[in-house]
């Protein structure tokens, strides 16, 4: 069955230091692998996907993402964070019928 | 120009009592999903519609009624509320199979008392 764990619940970070956001997946074909973003009071954005080609991802503000089949992950990743990317993250992996499966989460704070 | 809006953005209400939440998207899209996120933020989805046929129905109560009166809308409506039905629901769309992405609207938070 499909699945996406995030084991990182809360991270903390200073602003302008670098961000790595762990997701791990279970899937049994090759997976569709998405991250998303939620500001407080917000619904989820698009951070950037992963269909297939090129393992290394860009997105919008300056994430990325790799995706490594051999510890299937999908790692989200800023080299240098700002305040405004305080937020909660969200990883997913499309299932059939494009049913998405999410992880539980992980709450970033920025601190000055 | 919002591509997948909802209203309200809230709704409180009392138990027992009947409530509906709209959708709509303008993206021209396929498909449309129902998704609950509980108080812990984990998002679980509820129903999926493609081309108003539904598709995905997970394990919800009977009282959770989606509507699709045509592709670019997704309704839900939700009878004899209970306190445990307090949530923030999301509408989302994407296109039809293939797994694209899925654009998301700003929630709406409900709150049952």
């Known amino acids: 069955a499909q699945s996406v764990t995030q084991p990182d619940i809360h991270i903390t970070v200073s602003e302008g230091a670098s961000l790595e956001l762990r997701c791990n997946y279970s899937?049994?074909?090759?997976?569709?692998l998405f991250w998303y973003v939620q500001s407080p009071g917000q619904g989820l954005q698009l951070l950037l996907k992963y269909f297939s080609g090129d393992t290394l991802v860009q997105g919008i503000k300056g994430f990325e993402a790799e995706f490594k089949r051999s510890q299937s992950s999908f790692n989200l990743r800023k080299p240098s964070v700002h305040w405004s990317d305080a937020a909660e993250y969200f990883c997913?992996?499309?299932?059939?019928?494009?049913?998405?499966?999410f992880g539980t989460g992980t709450s970033l704070t920025v601190i000055p | 120009d919002t591509a997948v809006s909802q209203t309200p953005k809230y709704l409180v209400t009392q138990m027992g009592n009947d409530k509906s939440i709209k959708c709509e998207q303008n993206l021209g899209h396929d498909t449309m999903y129902w998704y609950k996120q509980d108080s812990k933020k984990f998002l679980k989805i509820m129903f999926s519609?493609?081309?108003?046929?539904?598709?995905i129905n997970e394990t919800v109560p009977n009282r959770f009624s989606p509507k699709s009166p045509d592709k670019a809308h997704l309704n839900l409506h939700i009878n004899s509320l209970e306190l445990g039905d307090s949530a923030v629901y999301f509408c989302?769309?994407?296109?039809?199979?293939?797994?694209?992405?899925?654009?998301f609207g700003p929630g709406t938070r409900l709150t049952v008392t």
């Open positions: 997913a992996v499309a299932g059939t019928g494009n049913q998405f499966y």
């Open positions: 989302a769309s994407s296109r039809q199979g293939g797994n694209y992405e899925q654009y």
């Open positions: 519609y493609n081309n108003k046929e539904l598709i």
């Open positions: 899937y049994g074909a090759t997976p569709y």
